[in-house]
């Protein structure tokens, strides 16, 4: 519109009528009605705004950049970015599960609650600034969708394991940054078996120490705690069947159980490991007449004579006994470095292995053959629990007349040995494996026989689930048949460290094996960053 202005105006008053102009048109515009500075001459007020002019425009709404991905350990595989403010504990947030899910969401959901200092709300409808966790959704298995929107958080997942998972990335993104961002994380796991292994035979360690690595376990979603409970220093769970074998320094079962439990509570399982027929020496010192003697006269340490029906009768009562003890998924038959089979020549070194070999195989049986065979009878036992069973690589041989069962999963562990095969061995044969690569993920107290302490850089720049033996990987096309991996702790030189010191050393190893389980990917972080981050999620 133009403005006319009526007859001649001069000084203050020609002024004035420019400020009236140029206020209006400020006005038009969305922008502020004052003046602006250093305009005004203290003499004239501007002029009203005509009535037929637009009102002033509201304040822009205020916009937000786009989110950036959580920080959080293991990173998450997916983050779709979105604008918003993103959500963080205040005073009216509070815990909320679907009405159908509360029987069995309302333990995870009461844990969140109190990690992020709100209330649990139980089935209540979600208000602005809750947190809801829900089953649903398709995806695998412990897979979960984490959606910031609105101002409230929804987890939810195809299970339970899911959906805790997502509450631990809640978790850790408040601790690191305050705040979960805004957008939507869509995130699962690389390997379905993720874990920590203790020998707690040849240490002890408390029920309270392994609780507390349980509870650092699930925040970097590690799944699997194993125990190697038996070994030639100590058995160290007390039994009912054969006390006598149990050693001084034990965990009750009453503790057993409490451990059980929490792991369930965190979607862990516990794996146990009776090994045998070698590291058997805490059962022998009690039963001297099971030990393995040569023609020589020689007592390998932990060898049971595997020709003698009585070891096969006691380990199995063990067996027994302690799977209704673990009523965990997974059972690990140990099976490895049994010294009659590295004996240059096993048949002329143990001639009464040799003899029942050819009694139970024909002439064309060896060693080899009754220690196979005595694998798969310790199958056997287990087998009907519906656990799933693994043995040592150097457990398993070919060439013989029986072979291991077809269902025995490979937890591959060294190439050091004479004659070890390579990993592609088995998994061109069809065999599943877990890596426990010694040159990783073996932290051996004391380090002995060439061991060194694994660093978590290492592990995090260089390792895979592919990388088995050594640090060359298998084939890619065999990544299916590696089912995950485990970060192993064992007590050879036992009083080499204390209890606070192991948990001290494997902390990074442990949170860098977390990570390439949960994304074998190259990492988007540099290890200095990791590092730092990882000190800021797990305090």
């Known amino acids: 519109m133009r403005y006319s202005i009526r007859g001649p105006r001069r000084g203050p008053g020609l002024l004035a009528a420019a400020v009236a102009l140029a206020t209006m048109a400020a006005c038009s515009n969305g922008s502020s009605s004052e003046p602006p500075a250093g305009t005004g001459t203290g003499s004239a007020a501007p002029t009203a705004v005509p009535s037929s002019a637009p009102p002033p425009s509201p304040t822009p709404t205020k916009t937000y950049p786009l989110s950036a991905a959580p920080q959080v350990v293991p990173a998450v595989r997916a983050h779709q970015a979105a604008r918003g403010p993103g959500w963080k504990p205040g005073p009216d947030s509070g815990v909320v599960v679907a009405a159908k899910d509360e029987a069995a969401l309302g333990d995870e959901a009461k844990l969140i609650a109190g990690e992020l200092r709100v209330p649990y709300r139980g089935t209540a409808a979600a208000r602005p600034g809750d947190v809801t966790l829900a089953l649903g ?77 349980l509870r650092e376990m699930a925040d970097l979603k590690l799944n699997q ?241 592919l990388v088995l033996r050594g640090t060359t990987p298998v084939p890619a096309r065999y990544d299916p048949q590696i089912l995950g991996g485990s970060f192993a702790v064992w007590c050879d030189l036992a009083n080499s460290q204390t209890q606070a010191q192991v948990a001290a050393g494997i902390r990074m190893p442990l949170t860098a094996t977390a990570q390439k389980l949960w994304d074998a990917r190259k990492p988007a972080l540099s290890w200095a960053d990791f590092q730092a981050l990882a000190a800021k999620v797990r305090g």
Request: glycine share 12%; hydrophobic share 35%.
């Open 137 to 213: 959704g398709g995806g695998a298995a412990e897979s979960y969708t984490l959606v910031v929107r609105d101002g409230g958080v929804r987890i939810t997942g195809p299970d339970q394991a899911g959906v805790f998972y997502g509450t631990r990335t809640l978790k850790q993104s408040v601790r690191s940054t305050g705040a979960m961002p805004e957008g939507t994380v869509t995130d699962a796991p690389a390997k379905p078996q993720r874990g920590l292994m203790v020998d707690i035979a040849r240490k002890y360690f408390t029920a309270g120490w392994i609780e507390d690595r």
């Open 225 to 465: 705690l194993g125990l190697h409970f038996s070994d030639d220093q100590g058995f160290r769970i007390a039994s009912d069947t054969h006390p006598e074998i149990v050693s001084e320094r034990h965990l009750s079962k009453a503790e057993v159980r409490r451990i059980v439990a929490l792991a369930q509570s965190l979607h862990i399982q516990v794996v146990p490991e009776i090994d045998s027929p070698g590291h058997l020496g805490a059962v022998i010192a009690a039963h001297p007449d099971l030990q393995l003697v040569s023609a020589t006269g020689r007592a390998p340490r932990g060898a049971v004579d595997i020709s003698d029906p009585a070891s096969a009768r006691l380990v199995d009562e063990l067996l027994r006994e302690y799977t209704g003890l673990f009523p965990g998924a997974y059972w690990h038959l140990g099976g490895d470095e049994y010294v009659a089979l590295m004996a240059k020549n096993p048949e002329a070194t143990y001639p009464q292995l040799a003899r029942a070999a050819i009694a139970k195989y024909g002439p064309s049986g060896r060693v080899q053959d009754l220690a196979t065979g005595w694998l798969n009878d310790r199958a056997a036992v287990v087998r009907p629990t519906g656990k799933a069973l693994r043995a040592w690589n150097d457990g398993f041989f070919t060439g013989g007349v029986t072979g291991p069962a077809q269902d025995l999963q490979v937890a591959y562990w060294t190439g050091r040995e004479i004659g070890a095969r390579t990993p592609t061995s088995y998994l061109s044969a069809g065999r599943k494996m877990i890596n426990y690569n010694d040159e990783y993920l073996y932290y051996v107290l004391g380090q002995p026989n060439k061991f060194f302490y694994p660093t978590g850089r290492r592990i995090y720049e260089q390792w895979t689930p």
